[in-house]
């Protein structure tokens, strides 16, 4: 498919941004079989991205369609990654409820992540490089997808959205935290689409936060929705993972983790002024491994290598969290009484200020086409093209919509 071209100079640069976006994302409607009639493709990361810039777009501009097109992608990614593949002898709902409990409680048995390949049977030969393209579950996927539907929740204002994300919460904590003897608890990287056994047994170094963050947020919405909804509490889950929390070990040179220290820190910094939650100073050691990862990146110029050899959706997804500095610095000055250290904080974003342009710079790069046709985008079209869309429009990942 062509690349989308960019050419609105009548419109504000604000109104150009939501005009890309929303083309970017009508070609992944079409494209995936969500819109045209196409062989259906889902994929749970992408998806998460895709739902909440769809709601995103919807409460800017008012376009109902989106909101539409998000709710129909919640139904088909439940429909499709919370069932058994077609090559797969089982059949139905992974969780084993029947079709009718299953509607019910699409995301109770989590959801597979979508790769090509069936999952690594029991015994089989552990393949690293292979593993990349075998399905099953991955916790930081099963986080996206519960942010997905919380913000279908606070946008619909239909607590079926954050029950289901708060039971697929529930469900991810049972089946991939660890309990090693003698040492600290984890979460366990990648698991079966059952949930009975480890395929990657090692932690992702921000797995326990991305938990810790957004089942807060659940919690939060849970309160404010329907205080007195059925579905787990998350109260164990949320000091579960906050006794797992090792903020020395979150540095990264990572440009995907480290757009998602940032945006936690966004989020956290929302739900703290909400007093939804205390400011435990996760916030503040989030902004300085963040800071630490960006002088690295400043000393080494990492980001000067031709578009062959760069993955545009780790580097967009850092464009995505700088994007987020603005919505951080409106946060601390709105309520700097419920941040323990309000004045550090302002003083870390100030430091983190000079690196907006990086940001600005990664999204425009790959906002042209002429970076779009290397191998490394098109065999990663639909995640780089959401994505995209997403530093254009951040707000629907962003933001935390307010429930009157």
């Known amino acids: 498919m062509a690349a989308v071209k960019r050419t609105y100079p009548l419109y504000s640069d604000t109104e150009r941004r939501r005009h890309e976006a929303f083309a970017l994302m009508m070609h992944f409607a079409a494209r995936t079989g969500l819109t045209a009639e196409r062989p259906v493709a889902r994929y749970l990361w992408t998806d998460a991205f895709a739902v909440c810039n769809l709601l995103g777009i919807s409460r800017a501009t008012g376009d109902l369609r989106c909101k539409e097109l998000a709710l129909q992608l919640i139904d088909r990614v439940h429909h499709k990654l919370g069932r058994h593949r077609v090559d797969d002898p089982r059949s139905g709902y992974i969780s084993g409820l029947s079709d009718e409990e299953g509607e019910l409680h699409p995301t109770i048995g989590g959801l597979r992540i ?8 029991a015994g089989e030969h552990f393949d690293p490089d292979l593993e990349w393209d075998r399905d099953g579950q991955y916790f930081h996927y099963l986080t996206k997808w519960m942010l997905a539907l919380d913000q279908a929740a606070r946008a619909t204002h239909q607590p079926r959205f954050n029950l289901w994300a708060r039971e697929l919460a529930g469900t991810a904590h049972r089946a991939f935290r660890t309990h090693p003897r ?3 608890p984890g979460v366990i990287w990648k698991m079966s689409i059952d949930l009975s056994r480890p395929l990657v047994a090692a932690m992702g170094q921000h797995d326990p936060l991305d938990g810790y963050v957004t089942t807060a947020q659940l919690r939060a919405t849970a309160w404010a929705l329907a205080p007195r909804a059925e579905g787990p509490a998350l109260d164990d889950e ?23 220290m940032l945006v936690d820190a966004t989020r956290l910094a929302q739900l703290v002024r909400r007093e939804a939650l205390p400011d435990l100073d996760v916030i503040a050691a989030l902004l ?11 000393r080494h110029g990492s980001f000067k290598q031709e578009p062959l050899q760069r993955l545009a ?12 500095l603005d919505l951080l610095d409106f946060e601390l ?14 003083s870390l974003l100030s430091a ?8 600005a710079e990664l999204g425009e790069f790959w906002a042209e086409p002429a970076n779009q046709h290397g191998r490394r985008w098109t065999e990663h079209l639909d995640i ?21």
Do not use: C
């Open 182 to 184: 003698g040492g600290k």
């Open 384 to 404: 780089n093209e959401v994505m995209l869309a997403t530093s254009l429009v951040p707000e629907g990942f962003l933001m935390l919509p307010t429930l009157l």
């Open 114 to 121: 979508g790769k090509l390949l069936a999952e690594r049977r």
């Open 333 to 346: 000055q709105a309520a700097p009484q419920h941040f323990s250290d309000s004045s550090h904080l302002r």
């Open 288 to 298: 300085e491994a963040s800071l630490r990862g960006l002088e690295h990146h400043a």
């Open 238 to 260: 949320l000091a579960s993972y906050q006794a797992m929390l090792s903020p020395e070990d979150w540095t990264t040179a990572d440009p995907l983790g480290l757009g998602g």
């Open 313 to 324: 959706f780790r580097e967009l997804g850092l464009a995505i969290g700088l994007s987020a």
């Open 352 to 359: 983190l200020r000079p690196f907006e342009a990086l940001g």
